[in-house]
């Protein structure tokens, strides 16, 4: 699932590519499977009232926090383009596979071939969701939105409500656009009794990680991924939140990470996974030199109750760890 390095990543380059320019027509496609056709990325209202909604508006601005994208709609008020007033928002999650690619961008003479080939690995008739034909006078330019399992999102809110509505208003500090006060997080910790691998993977209180850079984080702060948010240390949450940061940062960098198949909309990969040091990393030798093997712990989540392991139902996704540098204290 795309975290937050990965949506910035879109974010950066779609606003580079696409402020400016009018939804001219948008199309919507539908699955061939029965089961995946009934399944509408489209929320609250329907799929023809959001294409009618959209066509004439100018894409003005694009936001993210956490891991939702914001783009910001409005009309030209009068014939200079920087005077216009904003309507609407359209909300975008990507959920675990979903993408933008700019056509024109990818299938031209220059392109690298590798660019050409993961398009048309992901571009398929299964997985192509919707199309924008955007056009500011000057260019056209077709954005398409892919997504193999659909579990993303769309909807579309009035401007001047949205950040008083679902799901803005329940995203958490933003890592990497917001000051996190750890004290205020500390407190909040203590007063539950989660593993922090979970709390991580929350987005209510802090909002940005996903499961590949949580077993990053946490092992980059020495902290076993199922001790109780708890029994840390305003120490240690200070140290999450600092390494948090520098991961993502970097991360960021580096164009986000290509584990498995996120690509960005110029149809190009990440690197980071060329630094995850034990995220999928099962069975090899911790990279500390400690000794010790990085270990799974699948998908059950394995609880700690007086001194004993017990697995109870699905929690979470695999989670990657070290036992020899995050040693639980039971």
């Known amino acids: 699932m795309p975290e ?20 001219q027509k948008v199309e919507i496609y539908k699955p061939k499977d ?17 294409v009618n909604l959209l066509i004439g508006k100018t894409i003005y601005e694009i936001d993210r926090k956490g891991k939702c994208l914001f ?78 399992r659909r579990f993303g999102s769309f909807r579309l809110q009035n401007f001047k409500d949205y950040k008083q509505l679902e799901p803005y208003k329940n995203i958490g500090t933003d890592l990497l656009e917001e000051k996190v006060n750890t004290k205020l997080l500390f407190e909040h910790y203590q007063k539950r009794k989660v593993s922090i691998k979970n709390a991580l993977l929350e987005q209510k209180v802090i909002s940005g990680i996903g499961n590949i850079y949580a077993s990053e984080i946490l092992f980059d702060t020495k902290i076993h991924p199922l001790k109780k948010t708890n029994q840390l240390t305003c120490l240690e949450v200070e140290k999450i939140i600092s390494s948090a940061q520098n991961i993502l ?9 290509s584990e498995f198949d996120f690509v960005n909309p110029l149809s190009k990969e990440g690197s980071y996974q060329e630094r995850l040091k034990v995220y999928n990393r099962a069975g090899k030798p911790c990279p500390n030199n400690c000794g010790g093997l990085i270990e799974k712990i699948k998908k ?19 989670t990657f760890f070290c036992p020899q540098c995050q040693k639980l204290e039971l």
């Not at 056709?37 to 023809?48: F, H, N, Y």
């Not at 940062?249 to 990470?257: D, H, Q, S, V």
């Open 71 to 148: 783009f910001i709609l409005g009309v030209r008020t009068s014939d200079t383009q920087d005077i216009h007033q904003n309507t609407y928002v359209l909300i975008s999650r990507l959920g675990m596979t979903g993408k933008y690619f700019i056509e024109e961008k990818i299938l031209t003479p220059t392109s690298e071939q590798e660019q050409k080939d993961l398009f048309k690995k992901h571009n398929t008739d299964d997985s192509r969701v919707l199309t924008f034909y955007l056009d500011n006078g000057q260019e056209s330019t077709k954005l398409i939105y892919c997504d193999s």
């Open 34 to 50: 029965e089961a995946r056709k009934r399944i509408s990325l489209v929320k609250e209202i329907s799929e023809e009232e959001l």
């Open 300 to 318: 059950e989540e394995k609880e700690i109750n007086k001194g004993k392991i017990n697995e109870n139902k699905p929690k979470e996704r695999s």
């Open 249 to 257: 940062k970097e991360a960021l960098k580096l164009k986000g990470t």
């Open 4 to 23: 937050l390095p990965e949506v910035e990543t879109v974010r950066q380059i779609l606003r580079s590519e696409i402020i400016g320019k009018t939804i």
